[in-house]
Every structure is written in structure tokens, then in C-alpha cells.
């Protein structure tokens, strides 16, 4: 019976870590650029009392479940209008890339609820995070991303005394300074990878590239499968709460049958243990 019993608790330790998931999903219903995650579960050590021979099917006993994997569902997010010029939207394949202004580190990020920071020193005005990494881009009159990485890119910065500013589809700034006419004065473009789900997530709406991510080379946003970007708008979480709320029940009465493996073996044990009487 003492077997039983640990498959039971190995069934409910793994319950709970489902059950973790789900809920920091349902969590983050409403952070914008949230991507949700999926658990999936694999059978713990086999072990062998008769390993399977010609005309023997053998006899395994398996001790239990563990955690499979835990990834991230990279998915689209709904798009929705918060009419911030600050505030950019992704509308396809494709993350933002934001820098620590002191070290210099390069992030990435499907969540576009940047702020505008003036350097009171310049007038210069940059675009941020709300944890403070700027927004990083391309600074030239005629800017053309193909061919670059994230290690290429500066900080996007609004020249002093502009009054406006748009971004087009394509990640183009357009900036009007003391009112003049709107020039080009740089481009927002789209870090790719061959495996999302090979990205580091550290918080903060943020991931760190790793080797199994793989970085592309960049195209311009809009071509070749990079996103479009919609200025304004924010990408809203693409936690499903319907399919949360279902697995969420379906893991609940899991953890309750692992709790009745055990309650039950403990019954055998003191069944055994009254004999002697």
C-alpha cells in the first residue's frame, strides 16, 4: 500500500502545479501582451517486476505522475483602442524590444503600454515601460530594418519640441516638431525567433532571448510574417477563461481522486494492522 500512497501524493503535488498555472493565468486576464500557458503531464519512473519477453506481456508498475512540460501559448491577443498615442499594438508575429537604460540589457515584449519620459535636460522625449526599460528602434530619416537584431537597435527617441507623433503599420515614426510638418524620424521593427516558446519569461510582461529561442534576422513590420503595429490600441491577454475555468474543474477533481488513493490505502494499512486483534 505505501506505494499507492506515493503515487497519490506525487498526484497531488502535480495537481497543485496545474492548478498554480491556471490560476496565474486567470490572473492575468487583463495584462495586456500576457501570453497564457499550457500544463501537460507525464508517467513517473516505471518500475519493471517482469520486463515484457516473447510471449510475456511483463508486469510494470508505474509510481506516479510529473509534470511534462509548461509552455507559453504565443497566440494573438485581442486588439482594443485606448486612443494613447503612446500605446502600440502588435497584429501578428512579433515582440517590442525594450533595453535597461543602465546596463544596456535587450528584452523583449509582446505588451505596448509604453509612457513618454522627457529628458528635462534635452527635451528629448522617449518611450518606456512602466517598469522603465526604453523602447528600442531604429533612429534615421530612412530607416530599413532588414538584416538587423536586437543587438543593432537604439533607443527611440522623439526629438525636443515635438508637439506630435504618429507610427504607422509599417513601425514608422512620424514626428512634428514645434508644429511643422510630420517627418520620418525613425522606425519601431519587430524581433522574430524560430521557437517562442524557447524564450525566458523574467516578468514584467518581459522575455529574455536564450539559445533555444533562436533569434531571426528582421524585416520591416508588415512583411515576410512580422506584425503590423497599430498606435493607440493595446494587445490584451489571450488567457481563454472558459477553457481556464474547464481545466481548472478537471484538475480540481483530479486532485480529489489522488486524495482518495491515499484516504483509501490508509484504509487497507489499518485493516491489516487490526488482524493482529
Known sequence: MMPSMFSGVAGLNTHQRRMDVIANDVANVNTPGYKQSD????????????????????????????????????????????????????????????????????????????????????GETYLI?????????????????????????VDIVLPANTTSYTIGLDGKIYASVSGGTPTVVGMIPLAQFENNTGLESIGHNQYAGTSASMERAMVNPGNAGSGNLYQGYLENSNTNLAKEFTEMIITE??????????TTSDEMLQELLTLKR
Open 39 to 122: 500544463v501537460t503531464f507525464s508517467e513517473q519512473l516505471i518500475s519493471t517486476l517482469r520486463a515484457p519477453a516473447p510471449a510475456s506481456p511483463g508486469m510494470q508498475i508505474g509510481t506516479g505522475v510529473q509534470i511534462g512540460s509548461i509552455t507559453r501559448d504565443f497566440n494573438d491577443g485581442v486588439l482594443f483602442e485606448t486612443g494613447q498615442s503612446s500605446n502600440v499594438g502588435i497584429a501578428g508575429d512579433g515582440f517590442f524590444v525594450v533595453a535597461d537604460p543602465e546596463t544596456g540589457t535587450k528584452y523583449f515584449s509582446r505588451a505596448g503600454d509604453f509612457v513618454e519620459d522627457v529628458n528635462t535636460a534635452t
Open 129 to 153: 515601460t512602466p517598469s522603465g526599460e526604453r523602447l528600442q528602434g531604429i533612429m534615421d530619416p530612412n530607416p530599413d530594418a532588414t538584416g538587423l537584431t536586437s543587438a543593432d537597435l
Open 253 to 262: 477533481r483530479g486532485f480529489q481522486a489522488n486524495s482518495r488513493s491515499i
